[in-house]
């Protein structure tokens, strides 16, 4: 019996372990696999198009984005290959469904057209209507007697309304001193309140806040920055003096581009056209780093209160 219990306890143990070895392996992954974005995309002929690609893990997960000047924008996710969501499919299958539909709406419509043609109204039942008096005839007469009795209504109404115009003139006059008082009182505490947040800003630990924000938006920026991109352009202007002075001021950010942004210039024309191309990579450790130093800082959190006004 004990052996028994035994075996099952260790089935157990040894379950858990494999499901606890699981969960934190999907959990590394997530965290320390970046994710891979990558894109392309010319301008050639007044025609701008683009591509752009996030994957994770050896593309287990991919969405891909492809634009182009005068086309609908198209995205689709893959996992493990498989074409999971295709917003350009769904479009296809609402366009076919308002066709349908719109074909069925015209389908009723002529038969409710052809229904009314058969049922034509007998002589009979026209004459009588002409000699008899509709019911509009004599609806127009009540129209007739209740717009007379609403003028003389209306007449009665003016007089006592230029006596309320008149009330509400004095009234109004009377609270131009307390709306004045408002205004003043509303002018000093946009005054008090300027004053206070100036105040705040000028802490050493709303300072040290800024600093450390700084800091964090730099560090992310790094890594979310592409690791490689490359751009070739082909420019030109009409005027040479303006391409010889791009021509500087890319020459002066050399350091900057080392060559990845190629121009072949043009003197006597205005051209613009050319590709380019960028790739890198960001991982959730990083925002979930810089979120947790973010939110754990005591010059952050105090410079909420003031904000705030929880500390005086």
Known sequence: MASIFFTVLKIAGITFLVLFGLVLFILL?????????????????????????????????????????????HIYLKIFGITVYDNQKKRNQKKKHKKEKSTKTKLENNNEIQAAAMQEPSEEKIVAAIKEPSVEEAEAVEDIESVKSDSREKKQNILQKIKEFFINFVNFLKNIKFTFNKVYDTIVRIKDNIKYYLEVLQLDSTKKAFITCQKQLGYV??????????MNLHLGFDDPA?????????????????????????????VLEGDFSFRGHISVF???RTAC???FDKNIKRLLRLLKREEN
């Open 29 to 73: 992954l997530v965290l320390f696999v970046p994710v891979r974005y990558r894109g392309k995309g010319n301008y050639f002929d007044s025609v701008f198009s683009t591509k752009l690609n996030l994957s994770w893990c050896l593309h287990i997960v991919s969405i891909w984005g492809m634009f182009q000047i005068g086309q609908d924008f």
């Open 286 to 288: 990083v925002l979930i």
């Open 293 to 295: 130093i973010l939110f």
């Open 242 to 270: 303006v391409m010889g002075e791009v021509l500087a001021v890319w020459g002066m950010f050399y350091p900057l581009h080392q060559g990845n942004i190629a121009i072949q210039p043009e003197f006597d024309q205005s």
């Open 221 to 230: 920026l790094c890594k979310v920055s592409p690791r490689k991109f490359q």
